[in-house]
């Protein structure tokens, strides 16, 4: 009798342990189920379309005006589109005062001119500030000059008389190329040069003698010219730049 007792016991207290296993490995796997994950997903990068403007000066045109014959100072303003595409305008003042040693020819002219056109950043990352471009321009002044040589000989009644006009009216119009670098020098204040490849396109005729100096071309010695420019800048950032960001995303498991 007392085995048969003893083994009943012992099959009982194996079958309680047995379901309260059993209970406790449900009851875990309940709460461990997981329920959602979550994702990370990169967005495209994008820009926006008006980034802001830029205002400019040469330094070079100054520099020439002090130390030779001629020279101009210029503002320029630059929008900023996707910081691809940049419509300019450049305004300015011309100044010629030269006086040629071979003939004694003395020619003045001070004048405004005009610049239009594009620049295109050919830079592959269009986020960073710096920017390495090519543009082009049309350029037009309108503008007087004074012309006066030593006395000429009078081949008819003899004798000599000087040569001098003043306020001949021309009208010049010409193209430019340009290619070109800015970088950021300090949060909105940025340097860059240009190199220029210019051609006249036309000059109003008159019947005295044609301009040596056009305001905003150079001189006319050729009807091309190269010219050089080193721009200050401010770079006015009205428009923002948007970057990608990290989206997250969650859903709920099945």
Known sequence: MSKYISTVWRNSLILLVCWLWCGNLAAQTEET??????????????????????????????????????????????????????????????????????THVHYTTNAPFMRVGCDINFLKNKFQDNRLYVGARYGVSAYQFDIAGPAMNDPVWGGSSPFSVNDIN?????????????????????????????RELSSSKNNYAQPYYIPGYGTTTSNTTWSGTYHLVFDLNLGKKKPGNLKIITQEQE
Not at 40 to 65: A, C, H, I, N, Y
Not at 170 to 198: C, D, P
């Open 33 to 102: 189920k997981p329920t959602q994950y979550v994702a990370l997903e990169l967005e495209k990068p994008q820009r926006d379309f008006f980034q802001g403007f830029t205002l400019s000066t040469d330094l070079v045109g100054p520099v020439l005006w002090a130390l030779g014959d001629y020279g101009s100072v210029e503002a320029a303003l630059r929008l900023n589109l996707k910081n691809m595409y940049f419509p300019i305008a450049e305004i300015g003042y011309g100044h010629c005062d030269n006086l040629d040693v071979n």
């Open 170 to 198: 021309t009208t010049s119009h010409w193209i430019e190329l340009a290619f070109g670098v800015q970088v950021k020098i300090w949060k909105n204040f940025h340097m860059g040069w240009s190199v220029r490849y210019k």
